[in-house]
């Protein structure tokens, strides 16, 4: 029995995926969804940069950099990547490995809040969202009690 079988018919549509994942990717239209024939010879080499796979790197990645720095969807694109740990994709203006870097344990923490906030707001028991993040019940606890400093629409826990 998996961990989200207990409450998945308890909720909406895609709300375990919404509150599992809150943060998506960006809404709107990226600078990166349409090809800039000034900065990249081809739509496919544009792709490929974005993809991770640039066909000249020290070329390509400057270009890339350029456009997100110009892109509305930038603050939104950076919380995602930081987010959704992806190890290949240009995001943000940064290379995987120039996010790798940067990664530390409080976004692994904030992730988590987000998650717990998300779960316990759709009135999932705190036992189920341990189960659901592999997490001991005490420790979701101790996350909703940091949460609710923060936020005081949180109702008390059970």
Same mark, same amino acid.
């Given at each position: 029995m998996e961990p989200h079988d207990e409450i998945e018919d308890e909720l909406p549509p895609d709300a375990l995926f919404w509150a599992m994942e809150p943060f998506g990717p960006p809404? =709107? /239209? @990226?600078?990166? +969804? %349409?090809?800039d024939r000034t900065r990249f010879p081809t739509p496919q080499e544009q792709q490929a %940069?974005? !993809?991770g796979e640039p066909t000249v790197p020290e070329r390509d990645f400057p270009q890339a950099r350029a456009m997100c720095l110009a892109c509305p969807l930038l603050e939104s694109c950076r919380s995602y990547a930081q987010d959704s740990r992806d190890e290949h994709v240009f995001l943000a203006g940064e290379t995987a490995e120039e996010r790798r870097r940067n990664w530390r344990k409080s976004g692994e923490i904030a992730k988590r809040h987000r998650q717990v906030t998300a779960l316990y707001t759709l009135d999932v028991p705190t036992a189920a969202i341990a189960r659901l993040l592999? *997490? !001991? /019940?005490?420790?979701? *606890? =101790? !996350? &909703? #009690? /940091?949460? *609710?400093? #923060? *936020? +005081?629409? &949180?109702?008390?826990? @059970?």
């Amino acid at each position: 029995m998996e961990p989200h079988d207990e409450i998945e018919d308890e909720l909406p549509p895609d709300a375990l995926f919404w509150a599992m994942e809150p943060f998506g990717p960006p809404m =709107g /239209e @990226a600078v990166c +969804s %349409t090809w800039d024939r000034t900065r990249f010879p081809t739509p496919q080499e544009q792709q490929a %940069t974005f !993809d991770g796979e640039p066909t000249v790197p020290e070329r390509d990645f400057p270009q890339a950099r350029a456009m997100c720095l110009a892109c509305p969807l930038l603050e939104s694109c950076r919380s995602y990547a930081q987010d959704s740990r992806d190890e290949h994709v240009f995001l943000a203006g940064e290379t995987a490995e120039e996010r790798r870097r940067n990664w530390r344990k409080s976004g692994e923490i904030a992730k988590r809040h987000r998650q717990v906030t998300a779960l316990y707001t759709l009135d999932v028991p705190t036992a189920a969202i341990a189960r659901l993040l592999q *997490r !001991d /019940e005490s420790s979701i *606890r =101790g !996350d &909703l #009690r /940091e949460v *609710r400093k #923060r *936020r +005081s629409d &949180l109702p008390p826990t @059970a």
